[in-house]
């Protein structure tokens, strides 16, 4: 493996202007960026979150390459910019999604000879961009590995003592496969809810009436609609499997209550109550 000294991040949204911000604070990296909108890029340097622009003349400089990018755009980026990446330079992706990315990047890699690892780091804010991003951002949060076949474990150990270096609390390491049917259920499902949940009508009036159960189940509904249609069609297959069982649920326990039927509806509550308790939360 390389020795890394030059981190390339392309796109300074929440996730890739955090690292920038956290790369910058808490590491000696030297940090290239490019952006879409060039003013982002100028407050990012003028905040010193970022050393330099990175353009096509420099980018062969990265050791690494950091794609803060959908996945369809950073599949497409990588083909367009490759014969100008260093030999043997790491890439990596911060997607939601692994199995379009991880199945897609190998042969790309292969025909520059660059590495590719797909990770998934598991912070975010409901407001993105980078003028809520922050260095902090992944203290204590989650940083998911999922190797190709091509991935080294001396690329994997790095990555887990990089992720711990900006503040992560803990790494797994994963299939892509795994990863996408258990984010299905923690971070999908969620948002296809709370966005299912705010199109009651009954939203619009919800102020003087609305606590925390509101906060807690409506809190994820403001969400990129660009990025998670793209997300949710990658993993179609595990998140309708979520979504069939969630319908099935919700279905019983309606059914219950249209029925006027308490002993089923007590049975059916006390079935996710025991799931918590089991759980420990």
Same mark, same amino acid.
């Given at each position: 493996?390389?020795?890394?000294?030059?981190?390339?991040?392309?796109?300074?949204?929440?996730?890739?202007?955090?690292?920038?911000?956290?790369?910058?604070?808490?590491?000696?990296?030297?940090?290239?960026?490019?952006? /879409?909108? /060039?003013?982002?890029?100028?407050?990012?340097?003028? %905040?010193?979150?970022?050393?330099? %622009? #990175?353009?096509?003349?420099?980018?062969?400089?990265?050791?690494?390459?950091?794609?803060?990018?959908?996945?369809?755009?950073?599949?497409?980026?990588?083909?367009?910019?490759?014969?100008? $990446?260093?030999?043997?330079?790491?890439? $990596?992706?911060?997607?939601?999604?692994?199995?379009?990315?991880?199945?897609?990047?190998?042969?790309?890699?292969?025909?520059?000879?660059?590495? +590719?690892?797909?990770?998934?780091?598991?912070?975010?804010?409901?407001?993105?961009? +980078?003028?809520?991003? %922050?260095?902090?951002? +992944?203290?204590?949060? &989650?940083?998911?590995?999922?190797?190709?076949?091509?991935?080294?474990?001396?690329?994997?150990?790095?990555?887990?003592?990089?992720?711990?270096?900006?503040?992560?609390?803990?790494?797994?390491?994963?299939?892509?496969?795994?990863?996408?049917?258990?984010?299905?259920?923690?971070?999908?499902?969620?948002?296809?809810?709370?966005?299912?949940?705010?199109?009651?009508?009954?939203?619009?009036?919800?102020?003087?009436? &609305?606590?925390?159960?509101?906060?807690?189940?409506?809190?994820?509904? /403001?969400?990129?609609?660009?990025?998670?249609?793209?997300?949710? #069609?990658?993993?179609?297959?595990?998140?309708?499997?979520?979504?069939?069982?969630? $319908?099935?649920?919700?279905?019983?326990?309606?059914?219950?209550?249209?029925?006027?039927?308490?002993?089923? #509806?007590?049975?059916? #509550?006390? /079935?996710?109550?025991?799931?918590?308790?089991?759980?420990?939360?």
């Amino acid at each position: 493996m390389n020795e890394i000294k030059n981190i390339a991040i392309i796109g300074l949204g929440l996730i890739g202007g955090s690292l920038a911000k956290a790369i910058t604070e808490r590491t000696g990296y030297h940090v290239m960026a490019r952006n /879409r909108t /060039r003013g982002t890029l100028l407050q990012a340097i003028d %905040e010193g979150a970022v050393h330099e %622009e #990175l353009t096509d003349g420099n980018i062969g400089q990265a050791d690494m390459i950091i794609l803060g990018l959908y996945p369809e755009e950073a599949v497409e980026y990588m083909e367009s910019i490759g014969d100008r $990446i260093k030999k043997g330079a790491l890439v $990596i992706d911060v997607s939601g999604i692994k199995r379009y990315i991880c199945q897609k990047m190998p042969p790309i890699a292969a025909k520059y000879g660059f590495v +590719f690892v797909g990770t998934h780091p598991m912070a975010g804010k409901e407001k993105g961009g +980078f003028s809520n991003s %922050e260095a902090g951002l +992944f203290k204590g949060a &989650s940083f998911i590995i999922t190797p190709t076949d091509d991935s080294s474990a001396e690329q994997v150990e790095w990555l887990k003592q990089f992720s711990a270096d900006l503040g992560f609390g803990m790494h797994v390491v994963c299939s892509p496969e795994e990863h996408d049917r258990m984010i299905a259920f923690t971070s999908q499902l969620p948002h296809v809810l709370a966005n299912a949940y705010v199109q009651s009508p009954q939203c619009l009036n919800h102020k003087g009436f &609305s606590a925390g159960s509101y906060r807690d189940v409506s809190r994820v509904a /403001r969400l990129n609609e660009h990025l998670w249609a793209e997300l949710f #069609l990658q993993n179609a297959d595990a998140l309708t499997q979520e979504l069939d069982l969630l $319908i099935k649920n919700i279905t019983e326990m309606c059914d219950a209550i249209k029925a006027d039927d308490r002993e089923s #509806l007590e049975k059916i #509550l006390g /079935r996710g109550r025991m799931v918590k308790e089991e759980l420990g939360e």
